[in-house]
């Protein structure tokens, strides 16, 4: 089931419009980038890892319109589904064949490795084409010129590895818009209506974004805080996501709630 539901996700005509806008907008993200690298632009010289999308130095609204907007493009892509199910009574005609267990199971998994698809491979892209056409950048604003002393051991390895240190935060970044996608998954399931689902998985992630220790602290590379500031803002999400999943798993496998 687990195969059929994301061949389906990536066949929907919903899931391929929404990944052509985040294709959009991680382009529009090059090519802001690359002009303000150019000699005028106030970039100049950036580091084609640093002027990527996921480090949100070359504009915070394709940032903000990629990231902070996470939850309604999953709720569209596909976490929203199990609402339409329910309603049409498909849910049942798949407890027919499968038990509850092996249904939640496979919603849950699915969920989780939607971002895979819709959100790594325009970060990918974005990083390839600030790579192509600004393979000279070498600029992190300065603080590669810093020795280890002045700016401890995380920042330094992070600039002078920067693409190393990019994909760390990608694959951080990718487990945590899986983490997100489930969450937004049992949202929908124990509230099964759209607005609440969306209203209440948008609010979480926002707050998220205002809590002390900001999300952004384990998705964004080349900021000033360190991987025990990412790790912290790890488990602020951490309790919101394993709530809703014994939520929906009660409300789903243990109350056998009808659909």
């Known amino acids: ?30 090519i802001s980038g690359i002009v303000q690298s150019g000699p005028l632009g106030y970039l100049y010289n950036t580091h084609p890892a640093m002027l990527s999308l996921l480090s949100g130095q070359a504009g915070l609204i394709f940032y903000a319109l990629f990231v902070w907007l996470l939850p309604i493009t999953l709720m ?27 249904f939640f199971g496979s919603k849950i998994l699915v969920s989780f490795f ?3 698809v819709y959100c790594g491979i325009p970060l990918l892209t974005n990083l390839l084409i600030n790579v ?3 393979s000279k950048g070498t600029s992190f604003f300065g603080l590669e010129q810093l020795e280890l002393k002045d700016i401890g ?20 970044a990718l487990f945590v818009f899986g983490l ?25 992630w926002i707050t998220l974004f205002c809590s002390k220790y900001n999300i952004t602290m ?13 790790i912290k803002a790890l488990f602020c999400l951490l309790p919101c996501v394993l709530f809703s999943v014994l939520l929906a798993y009660i409300k789903t496998v243990v109350r056998k709630d009808e659909f």
Not at 9 to 19: A, E, H, I, Q
Not at 180 to 204: E, G, H, P, R, W
Not at 218 to 230: K, M, N, S, V
């Open 132 to 134: 192509l056409f600004n």
């Open 180 to 204: 997100l996608s489930v969450m937004c998954q049992c949202v929908s399931m124990i509230a099964n209506d759209n607005k609440t689902a969306y209203i209440v998985s948008f609010a979480v």
């Open 1 to 30: 089931m687990v195969k059929q539901e994301f061949l389906k996700v990536l066949n929907s005509r919903k899931g391929k419009y929404v990944f052509c806008v985040l294709m959009i907008i991680s382009i529009v993200d090059n």
């Open 218 to 230: 384990i998705i964004q590379p080349y900021t000033e805080y360190d991987h025990i500031y990412g």
């Open 76 to 102: 569209i892509v596909y976490c929203d589904k199990v609402i339409k199910e329910n309603r049409t009574g498909i849910t049942r005609i798949y407890l027919s064949k499968c038990s509850r267990k092996s």
């Open 114 to 116: 939607v971002p895979c």
């Open 153 to 172: 051991w995380f920042w330094y390895n992070s600039i002078h590895y920067p693409y190393i240190t990019w994909f760390v935060y990608f694959l951080s």
